[in-house]
């Protein structure tokens, strides 16, 4: 017999990182990992790790021999600006890579005759703002509100959130008999901040990168403009989102897709927080006009009344208790200590 086990890819990444913490504290199913890069020491003790290529059909025939997988953590992905260099690649990972796991968990629902939960973070990149005027005039978008991305990144993962409902509503809709379907569920996040790991290759980056400089004593050039104003979210409230989602019982879900957030702020307003807690800090501002526009297409902030009202989504971390509790006071350990 196959042991269950919980995949996860692009585990090495920074949700990954988190992910693993929370759910080896918590699971008793095996939890597989695959990425490109290797884990940290710390987590690949936790897990059994496969280093390799999402898009190698190889690497997961011969997962699947050994696993019946039941939930996917599908994390792996090209994010927003690294996607606009290289926007085939991005495509690949992004659109490529995901169907071949959606084929995947879609014929282990068929073998387990029970459907695989294949949970997949989406980001505000899904939507498109054509100007500020409209920015200003909807400040807390729906899900199903200006989906109009601008960016391949953005286009990749919303195309991947209809397949995955195709996948978990109307898969073989003309066959005589209806097959176990996988059971898809997506969360639309805001930027990710974490205490812990540094992003790259996102567009929401400049939050993050705004403290981990301050912390370090180093110079940061900000490039966007001030009056710049997006979501973001406290990365222990992005990995309870993606745990609670996924244990919510499926009847009391409403949608395939929900917007989660905690709070938005400007640009000026994250860098006012950074200075008040690293006296020191040097930021200034050098906006870089494309990656700028990119910014502006976000939404100001998200309506998530339909995550909250289905399965009791409210984050942990306001604005206060993620700088005050969860940011400040571990990213200065972390730099203290190197
Ligand atoms: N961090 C954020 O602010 C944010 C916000 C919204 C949504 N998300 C989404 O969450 C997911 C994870 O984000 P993250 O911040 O951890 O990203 P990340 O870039 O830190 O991690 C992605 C990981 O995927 C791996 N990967 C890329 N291509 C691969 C391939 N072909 N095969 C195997 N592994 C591959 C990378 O090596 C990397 O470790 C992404 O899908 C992203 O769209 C992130």
């Known amino acids: 017999m196959r042991k269950k086990g919980i995949l996860i890819t692009g585990a090495a990444g920074e949700i990954g990182d988190a992910l693993i913490k929370s759910l080896a504290a918590r699971d008793t199913h095996d939890l597989i990992t695959m990425d490109l890069r290797p884990l940290t020491p710390e987590n690949a003790r936790l897990v ?10 190889a690497l997961l025939s011969r997962m699947v021999s050994e696993y019946e ?13 690294r996607a606009e260099f ?21 014929e282990q629902s ?20 054509p100007d500020l005027e409209t920015k200003e005039n909807f400040p807390h978008v729906r899900e199903w509100e200006w989906n109009y991305p ?12 209809l397949l995955g409902t195709y996948f978990s509503d109307h898969f073989r809709q003309l066959a005589a008999e209806r097959p176990v379907m996988l059971d898809f569920r997506s969360v639309r996040f805001p930027g990710l901040v974490s205490a812990y790991t540094v992003p790259s290759g996102g567009t929401s980056d400049y939050g993050p990168e705004m403290l981990h400089a301050a912390a370090q004593g180093v110079p940061y050039a900000c490039f966007v403009r001030p009056d710049t104003v997006i979501p973001f979210m406290a990365m222990p409230d992005a990995v309870s989102a993606l745990l609670k989602l996924a244990s919510a019982p499926a009847g009391k879900l409403s949608r395939r897709v929900y917007n989660v957030t905690s709070f938005s702020l400007t640009a000026a307003e994250f ?12 930021i200034s501002f050098a906006p870089d006009l ?42 200065r350990k972390r730099y203290q200590t190197k």
Request: charged fraction near 20%; proline fraction near 5%; glycine fraction near 6%.
């Open 48 to 57: 059994t790790h496969i280093q390799g290529d999402l898009l190698d059909q």
């Open 69 to 81: 997988i039941t939930i996917i953590y599908h994390l792996a992905a090209l994010l927003s600006t």
């Open 86 to 106: 290289s926007p085939e690649a991005a495509h690949k990972v992004n659109v490529e890579g995901t169907m071949g796991l959606l084929k995947l968990a879609s």
């Open 110 to 129: 068929q073998w387990r005759g029970d459907p695989v939960l294949f949970i997949f973070p989406r980001s505000i990149a899904a939507y498109g703002m």
């Open 150 to 161: 601008v960016t391949m990144y953005g286009c990749n993962k919303l195309y991947c959130e």
């Open 271 to 282: 860098q006012e927080r950074v200075c008040r807690a690293f006296p020191g800090a040097q």
């Open 290 to 331: 494309k990656r700028q526009g990119i910014v502006d297409s976000w939404p100001a902030g998200l309506n998530d009344h339909d995550a909250r009202r289905d399965w009791d989504w409210s984050p942990e971390y306001d604005i206060d208790r993620s700088f005050d509790e969860y940011l400040v006071p571990n990213i």
